[in-house]
């Protein structure tokens, strides 16, 4: 099969929903000849002209406030958030308006639109290029978040979204645009809410999302070579969550990490650990175990930043310990 | 220009601090290119008339915040080379011990609140330390830095109105270099920029910001009366950034004409002008210039060679400075 960059996923992937839907269009900041500072949406414009591909001003809550009204009205927006970051700006046109609207109207109005952004430390961009958010919106009833870990589920979900009704939040990893992984030509859709088995194990579970299921790969490869078999899930979106898959694993194998790169207090790995000892308490062996990113916030110096981040080697020290049945606390 | 003759001192103290901003820039556009420095940073070069010709009518009280391209108004307000260059690599003896880098480098002891990543970020803290100031019946005035592409976040309008309302002493400078990123600025700011500040009532002023001279002496004069409760005033500057947007930003014509970049470069820029000029009217010899442009070399020099040596900060800094008075926030 022909392997393609993860931002030539997300590019194809646009490039086949505005063909295919006249009312989807791109909105951003220059997200057109500049095709974003990642060049993730190069060539768009010459196809699609600048009325689909807009150009802003530096004005995130203003442009995304728009997006919200021209999706109740019609027309399918695909936000470019320049930096999973610059949510904190756009937080009240997102979470107090596009994700209730369709709830305070009795159903009657909808917002079919998509931010795209990002997430993803060590690129040495500092505390505020850096954050990884997406525990915020999942956070919010009514806005779906989907979290690609790859440039197959890069373009799946993208699609899934653009054809979504309600509002999604999708976060790419900024450090993975350039990776290439393999994606059949022709339509490919992936469903929300349909966790993916990356890898069967009977010991040991690691559950991560985006860049961490790299991360996990890598632990089980480095756990395999000592005689631990560990399975990796990716639950690809959050919400919604396939608890089902999550769940049979945990029972199946009876210990769970969970990794995920937003901060690890109030986060994602939190929320999978609880739904875990929520319903799988009997077949635990373990206290499923967090790990995020440390919670502080994310320091320049490449000595600092690379320890707050969960690496293959950290997750695997963690699983052996699990495995030889010490109770470990999340530090 | 102004007249000569009336304060030798001061006009080559500015043209010093001017050559000390184009020197730090050069060396840290080379620590980049020889893969020396972690991450990326925008260059201030071409615009060391507008940070040298206020900060040169400020007090060491008086406060200014900075933005993403940053470098230029920390020197000019009174940093040192070897605490920028550290923090430019993430050393621990930086102004902020390696955890801010370029982008929120701040330097306490001369009264810059710092750089910051997010575009307008800054408006806010501008007005609330003019607030202090009053509040606290101290006679200290705050310059808010800010880029043209930052006239369109709306935290902008709410901060004049407030500042407009209140009279405090604050001054918004907005550094026109007729780019935003990849986008020329008419293309993302309709209407005249003065035109809304003096929609708040508030005295604007355009002025050349290739002129070291014709900013300080309109600065020198909003200052005086900013203290005396006449502010808030706002000033656009009319200047040139001769870099990409960032050090990685190399191949830019298709949005920015190299005929462009030239013309500015030989026709206008502010420390040949200058340097032309203190000839002229005999305040210094092409001799004596030429020594101290040596002198600020070697000083540059030094710096970063002392910065390249220094040492990481220990990983045990990651989790200090999270909340003051908490000594590690993970202990
Ligand atoms: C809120 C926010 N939006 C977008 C960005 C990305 N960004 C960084 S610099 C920049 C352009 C800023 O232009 P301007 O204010 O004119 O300053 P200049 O770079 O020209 O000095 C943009 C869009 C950001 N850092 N913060
Ligand atoms: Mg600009």
Redesign the interface.
Known sequence: MREITLSQAVNEALAEEMRRDETVFIIG??VA??GT?FKVLSGLVEEFGTARVV?????E??FMGLAVGAAMTGTRPVVDLMFG??LF?VMDQLCNQAAKTHYMSGGKLTVPLVLRTNLGAT???????SQSLHALVAHIPGLKVALPSSALEAKGLLKTAIRDDNPVVIFEDKLMYNDKAPVPEGEVLIPFGQANVKREGRDITLIGTSSMVQVCEAAAGILSAEGIEAEVIDPRTIVPLDEATLLASARKTSRVIVVDEGHQSYGITGEIAARINERAFYHLDAPVLRMGA????V??????ED??VPTPEGVAENARRLVRGEMIHA? | MAEARTNTEDYLRMYRQMVRIRTFEDNANQLYLSAKMPGLTHMYSGEEAVAVGICEALKVADKITSTHRGHGHCVAKGAAFREMFCELLGKEEGYCRGKGGSMHIADQSNGNLGANAIVGGSMGIATGSAFTARMLGRDDVTVCFFGDGATAQGLMYEVMNMAALWKLPVIYACENNGYSEYTRTDEIAAGSITARAEAFGIEAHQVDGQDVLAVNALTQDLVARARRGEGPFFIELMTYRYHGHHVGDINREYYRAKAEEQEWKETRDPITRFRGWLVEEGIASEDEIEAMNEEIRADAKAAVDYALAAKYPDTSEVDMHVYKGVTHALA
């Open positions: 900041e220059d000849e500049a500072p150009d802003t001003p530096i004005a809550p203003g970051d610059f700006l690129r040495r961009s500092a505390a505020q290029h440390m919670d502080v916030p320091p320049f110096s490449p000595a600092l320890i707050t530090a």
